[in-house]
């Protein structure tokens, strides 16, 4: 029978319901009739592939020491998994309660969890995929400790009232056999000895159990007789016990910073009382008590001193001094400082048997942010080099980009220039976690992320084959000179902390070159070199921008105007006093406003450059009369022309990074063209000075804060107002006045004298350097407008509207006209052009596309001497929301990226300049002068729209959402074609077809709880995309069919058949005198025979989705099925083998049976029935 799918039927519905809003316009012509749509829905499924990084505060932490894998617990009811290197798994609890404890089934594929709502889980870890088998719910006690003992089914659980109840871990039901607090502790005890902190058996005899209590006895429990053999008292509360392995004596470390070491037999006091960082007084006192002692353990070695490790007990006049973990070593102490607090640590040991010296080789440490692996081995005990990818967070996570099916070459360049910074002095031995397998993936495409750090660091990693590895890391900040002090500090900070702190970046691949803005609004262009150079002098470009207009209105596409609303910044409210002010030019401060004054000091001495990324230039936004520089909003960089473009709330500006030159600056409202039906004009203009005196500037800053923080603080936004400095008391009301209301507009030679000026350089070309730009400045300081108001878009939306990058992160919107996106691209940027010429798209968050034309020299040495020309060419498309993506398709539906220039070194020798020359394309591929026309793809926070070039006329629109918005919206190649895709602040992510925008996916995946998922998710191609799901994880999801069916392949796997190591050899003598460990049989003792059934109100079992039923009916795949396979013909072996032994013993039996009843019927044969 043929499976329905109920999403074809969907898809039909949308389609339809759609018709409305995605069809062509009336009219125009129907130019993607050529166009074959080849997605569908049926390519698309969206799922979780793998998470990178550190758990998100861990809890607690296990090690199977025969499977060779780390488990890690967290706050937050998640499970990690770790292997070898690329070998990891996540999985999560529901319910998100936090992981208490774990335990792993050694060598049995299987882990017990314990969470804080007094819930156990049994997990299989026999598939890629772990799943729950069974829960346990407790109804009436809390959990405190489990303890399962090697090889053995029966789990102990201790309490909060001070029991122990035994559960089997295969059924997952509980024994009727309890162990009492009150049978445990002496009848004379008159007080509780509160919760189980510690349950373990004597190593040399499984029938004896000791019970620690937290406050401070210790119980040896004989299961067998059901009483307490012996009983341990100490006045200070309990933290942890460790047995040594001969059974004959355990080590307990106490809450005042002390290790007491008892003999089994002799429980009336302490063998040894020791104060490991405790100051030893001369009198022979009791030393200073000294801070708890959390954990110890107790590794005994063949050839030498046993080890005993600690974590804390320092003494409390160490005051600010990093949590250490202690490890001593016969007469030795090494005491080995942490960078963050201690959560677990564990000792790896050679054997799994706790009666066997144990050997122990290296201790895993896990912290709050980190895990380190000590090798004890080695003299100084150095750490492992962590294979993992855990140091995501190492500086928090400011912005995210993700690039699928990169160049080849790419990886290898990047990992030769990274290893070089490895540091030196780890262990020489391998990583000791080493178990699983790593997935048999058939995607090998090449994938690269890079995120953006607040200390001004770039991490480039490699993400192929759902792994991830660090690749290269570059230092921004090396090129600023950094403050010693605080008194050193500059003031033109615009941040208060992470001055460096990674805004936006824009990377080309294929060449290599890589743009970075920073929140100090500077702009740095890198080229990738593998040669090591040192720069004498940092090339610096300063750049003045400043808004023309700070209030503007802004149009309506469907031709209605609505009421807008005032924003607080516009009138005299108190708000206004909430944030913190810069001086003002009315101030009579001696040094006056800041003015052409960087945020940033450029580093002035020579500046050392590995291979890598090295600096071509550095770019900053000045101080404006008093107003700091307003942050970048976007950022675009292309090799093939060689610019660079950025723009913020002021506008934009178009930089040469191969002539080092400003080309072009100019304020938002200036790109649009006189005629232009979406033109920006002032609403309120403010009162002219009559004399030429520079206005008075009042600038109110918001404080920026760090972008990483949870709390998302507010982006800094500036207003600015001028008034006559000689009536100051009328200031607030002239600002709010009206233009109706009889105030003084601006004098009308100031505007002759502005538009002159605006065609003066209209005719050359718009190339602006920095002597015009200040000119423009001083002109446009003489025209402003007054309140800022919300556009009309936004009022009738009541939505946020946001843009790509910064101010996706903040809560007070700007509402000045920003520029929220760039696309380079060879199009036709008027209606009149019959033949492609490179020109530039322009976005704005008011939801308007414009198109500017650039007109290029030559390639060769005509490009370096001559200048590159730009002009204005008006608003192409006016959208709803802000503007996020922009893309070109040509007459077929073919994505056309923008151009590039293949990667050459700039510092190698001039023969291989050559070479890559001769390589490298001329000029741009002639194939599209033939094209007669284009598609330009447009997504805004609203909609999306398809307009034809050079007709600009638009054939598709469709509406994306109505309550929401789009936070991140791409245009990616899928399934050998392209789509949009979106992910909205309600959750959805959604791919659209191209050109016709015909929905194909729409699922409601994640709420946006957290403004980090909308500052780092990020699509890319092949179905590929991420997010930061915590502060210290990288979640990767797939939109791909193909991918999800390939899933289980490629995911890898974490239980590999292992032999168990053979018992340790009991030697003659232990056999003859009974001297060897002592088994119990706890099935005897446990089971419901015994020791009946247990109150079915103490705990309720919970089956789980991970039974076996539900893991045949879930396990897919080829390996799957060929595991299946295998494992069902090994059992159809194993009891055919099994059935044959049967079978001869039973014919046996049947001979033997027919052989006495032939000699039976011999016997009495003849006798007559009285003589028998």
């Known amino acids: 029978m043929k499976k329905f799918n109920i999403r074809k039927v969907l898809d039909g519905l949308t389609a339809a319901s759609s018709s409305s809003s995605a069809t062509a316009q009336p009219g125009t012509p129907r130019e993607n009739d050529v166009v074959q749509e080849t997605l569908q829905s049926e390519h698309f499924q969206l799922c979780k ?43 999560q609890h529901e319910g998100n309660a936090a992981v208490i404890q774990l335990q792993f089934l050694i060598n049995e594929g299987a882990l017990v969890s314990a969470l804080a709502d007094d819930s156990i889980h049994l997990w299989n870890l026999r598939q890629k995929i772990p799943a729950i088998l069974h829960s346990l719910k407790f109804n009436r006690e809390r959990i405190t400790y489990c303890h399962l003992p090697f090889q053995s089914k029966w789990l102990y659980i201790g309490t909060e009232r001070g029991n122990i109840h035994i559960v089997n871990v295969e059924s997952f039901t509980l024994s009727g056999y309890v162990i009492m607090w009150n049978k445990a502790i002496e009848l004379s005890t008159k007080t509780h000895p509160g919760p189980v902190v510690h349950i373990s058996d004597n190593p040399m005899d499984e ?308 743009c970075v803005a920073g929140v100090s609004a500077h702009v740095i262009v890198y080229r990738f070199s593998k040669q090591e150079i040192t720069t004498e002098v940092v090339q610096l470009l300063e750049v003045r921008m400043q808004c023309e207009f700070s209030d503007v209105d802004s149009p309506d596409p469907g031709g209605e105007q609505t009421p807008t609303l005032p924003t607080p910044g516009a009138s005299s409210s108190p708000q206004e006093s909430e944030l913190p002010t810069q001086p003002s030019t009315g101030s009579n401060s001696s040094d006056g406003p800041r003015d052409n004054i960087p945020c940033l000091q450029v580093r002035s001495s020579p500046l050392k450059q590995s291979p890598g990324n090295q600096v071509e230039l550095v770019i900053q936004l000045v101080w404006v009369s008093g107003e700091p520089p307003q942050q970048i909003t976007s950022l675009a960089i292309n090799s093939s022309y060689g610019l660079v473009v950025f723009g913020n709330s002021n506008g934009l500006a178009v930089v040469d990074y191969l002539q080092k030159t400003l080309l072009f600056n100019m304020g938002t409202s200036e790109l649009y063209s006189p005629s232009d039906p979406y033109q920006r004009q002032p609403r309120s203009p403010r009162k002219a000075k009559p004399s030429g005196d520079i206005p008075t500037v009042t600038s109110c800053m918001s404080r920026l804060s760090s972008l990483y923080s949870e709390s998302m603080k507010k982006l800094r936004s500036s207003h600015f107002t001028t008034c006559d400095s000689n009536d100051g008391s009328n200031a607030s009301e002239d600002r709010c006045r009206s233009p109706t209301s009889g105030s003084t507009s601006p004098c009308n030679s100031d505007d002759d004298k502005k538009q002159k000026f605006i065609e003066k350089v209209k005719l050359k070309s718009r190339r602006f350097s920095k002597t015009v730009a200040n000119d423009f400045a001083k002109m446009s300081r003489k025209i402003s407008s007054s309140s800022e108001q919300k556009t009309d878009l936004d009022a009738r939306d009541n939505s946020f509207t946001r843009s790509r990058s910064s101010s996706v992160a903040s809560i007070d919107r700007e ?92 510092n190698a020798s001039d023969e291989e300049k050559e070479k890559s020359r001769k ?4 000029s741009p591929p002639s194939s599209q002068e033939s094209q007669d026309s284009h598609f330009a793809i ?143 049989d706890r099935e005897d003792l446990f089971g419901e025979t015994a020791a009946g059934k247990a109150s079915r109100s103490l705990a309720q079992h919970i089956p789980g989705p991970g039974n076996m039923e539900g893991m045949k009916g879930a396990a897919s795949g080829v390996v799957g099925e060929l595991a299946r396979a295998r494992i069902a013909l090994d059992e159809r072996g194993q009891k055919l083998g099994e059935l044959e032994e049967r079978t001869a013993a039973m014919m046996a039996s049947a001979e033997s049976f027919s052989k006495h009843a032939h000699d039976m019927m011999l016997k009495y044969k003849d006798k007559k029935w009285y003589q028998l």
């Open 49 to 91: 592939t793998v998470r990178h990084g550190f758990p998100y505060q861990p809890s607690s932490m296990a090690f199977d020491p025969v499977q060779k894998i780390l488990a890690i617990g967290t706050q937050t009811g998640a499970l990690r998994l770790f292997g070898r290197a690329g070998v990891e798994c996540y999985c």
């Open 207 to 514: 029938g004896k159990l000791l019970i620690g209590f937290e406050s401070g006895i210790v119980v040896l429990w004989d299961l067998k007789c059901k009483k307490a053999d012996y009983r341990y008292n100490y006045d200070e509360a309990i933290h942890s016990v460790a047995w040594h392995h001969e059974g004959k004596q355990f080590v307990c470390s106490h809450s005042d910073g002390t290790l007491t070491t008892w003999n089994v037999r002799t429980p009336a006091k302490p063998a040894q009382i020791i104060t490991p960082h405790g100051k030893q007084p001369k009198d022979g006192k009791k030393p200073e008590p000294c801070k708890p002692i959390l954990k110890v353990e107790y590794k005994t070695t063949r050839a030498g001193d046993p080890f005993m490790v600690l974590s804390g007990g320092l003494s409390y006049d160490t005051v600010g001094r990093r949590a250490c973990l202690t490890v001593m070593h016969g007469k030795s102490t090494a005491v080995l400082e942490m960078d963050y607090p201690i959560v677990d640590f564990l000792t790896l040991c050679e054997t799994p048997y706790p009666n066997d010296f144990q050997e122990p080789y290296a201790v895993v440490v896990l912290l709050e942010k980190d895990l380190v692996v000590i090798d004890l081995g080695q003299i100084g005990y150095p750490i492992f080099e962590n294979p993992y990818p855990l140091t995501i967070h190492e500086s928090p996570v400011t912005c995210c980009e993700y690039f699928a099916d990169c160049p080849a070459e790419l990886i290898p360049a990047l990992y030769s220039v990274g290893c070089r910074q490895k540091r030196q002095g780890y262990s020489k031995k391998e990583w000791p976690i080493s178990g699983g397998n790593w997935g048999q993936g058939t995607q090998s495409y090449p994938e690269i992320i890079i995120t953006g750090h607040a200390d001004g660091s770039i991490k480039f990693w490699d993400a192929s084959a759902l792994m991830l590895q660090v690749l290269y890391k570059l230092k921004t900040a090396k090129v600023f000179e950094r403050a010693r002090g605080k008194e050193e500090k500059p003031n033109t900070d615009i941040v208060d902390e992470d001055p460096f702190a990674i805004q936006t970046l824009s990377w080309c691949p294929e060449s290599r070159m890589l």
């Open 815 to 906: 509402s000045r006209e920003a520029i929220s996106s760039f696309y380079f691209c060879e199009s036709f940027p008027r209606k009149t052009d019959c033949l492609v010429s490179p020109c530039l798209l322009v976005g704005t968050t008011h939801g308007s596309v414009m198109m500017v034309a650039l007109n290029l020299p030559p390639s060769g040495d005509q490009r370096l001497q001559q200048p590159v020309g730009i002009a204005s060419c008006g608003t192409l498309v006016q959208l709803k929301g802000g503007i996020l993506t922009m893309a070109l398709l040509d007459a077929t539906g073919t994505l056309l990226p923008p151009f590039f220039e293949q990667w050459y070194d700039p």
């Open 919 to 922: 390589r490298r394309p001329a």
């Open 938 to 1080: 447009l997504c805004s926070e609203k909609q999306a729209k398809v307009v034809a070039l050079p007709s600009q006329t638009r054939i598709y629109k469709h509406s994306i959402t109505e309550t929401s918005f789009v936070l991140r919206a791409d245009v990616v190649q899928m399934a050998g074609a392209n789509c949009i895709t979106c992910f909205c602040a309600n959750g959805h992510i959604m791919t659209l077809s191209l050109p016709s925008l015909r929905p194909l996916l729409d699922v409601n995946y994640l709420p946006l709880t957290d403004m980090r998922i909308a500052r780092t998710f990020c699509f890319s191609n092949l179905g590929q995309a991420l997010y930061l799901t915590s502060p210290t994880e990288i979640q990767r999801i797939t939109y791909s069919q193909e991918t999800c069916d390939n899933l289980q392949e490629m995911l890898s796997e974490l239980f590999t058949p292992v032999e168990t190591p053979e018992a340790p050899n009991r030697g003659f003598f232990k056999g003859l005198f009974g001297g060897g460990a002592q088994s119990l």
